[in-house]
């Protein structure tokens, strides 16, 4: 499996999903979840891709397994090397 770096700022939510999320009528809350479930699918499709699966058939092990890479980059590389920016 290839990691390749993100050299772009990655944005898990556009603008405009994001004012439909204000927009909703959800408690904040709900917009936080709905928020991080947008956000989520985004990093699944993105580790889907490097794994070359479709999502349904990514497993928790493949998931972890990415996180650790990805983390690794971030302690070795540096953030801007990985593909979460925090």
Do not use: C
């Amino acid at each position: 499996m290839d990691i390749s770096p993100n050299q772009s700022s990655t944005q898990f939510l556009t603008p405009d999903e994001s004012a439909q999320v204000d927009a909703a009528l959800l408690s904040s809350p709900e917009k936080f979840l709905t928020r991080l479930t947008i956000s989520s699918l985004r990093i699944l499709q993105h580790i889907a891709k490097e794994y070359d699966v479709p999502i349904e058939d990514l497993t928790a092990k493949q998931i972890i397994n990415w996180f650790e890479i990805d983390a690794k980059i971030r302690r070795e590389k540096g953030v801007e090397e990985a593909f979460l920016k925090w």
